[in-house]
């Protein structure tokens, strides 16, 4: 799987934010990226072809490598086992909460850091 954030140049750069705050942007990370950013993972097409934890655990490994591009660690809204983090998550919660029970994925309220 490949993923990138397209466009991004020296006269776009592009910078990663959060809204949990009462709406506010926040950046996260320290940087502003002026090359489209490429994360890729291996992974098998059965993890991935259907919902659940496996798929979120690939998800993360691919959003993690693009987070680092602009030196965020992590992602934070789902974990490296394939649990939501629900603490990152401000909205549409409750259809989170029922495709998660659906699916058999883990609700997790820890926190990064």
Not at 73 to 89: D, F, I, K, N
Not at 100 to 106: F, I, L, P, T
């Amino acid at each position: 799987m490949r993923a990138t954030i397209w466009p991004a140049a020296a006269d776009r750069p592009v910078v990663l934010t959060h809204s949990r705050h009462y709406g506010f942007s926040k950046q996260l990370g320290q940087q502003a990226v002026v090359v489209p950013p490429v994360s890729t993972g291996l992974f098998g097409i059965d993890d991935i072809a259907e919902d659940g934890a496996p798929a979120l655990a690939a998800t993360y490994e691919v959003v993690t490598g693009l987070f680092q591009a602009f030196g965020q660690p992590e992602a934070l809204q789902v974990s490296r086992e394939g649990a939501l983090r629900m603490r990152y998550w401000r909205n549409g919660r409750a259809d989170l909460e029922r495709w998660a029970a659906r699916v058999g994925v883990e609700l997790s309220q820890k926190t990064v850091g």
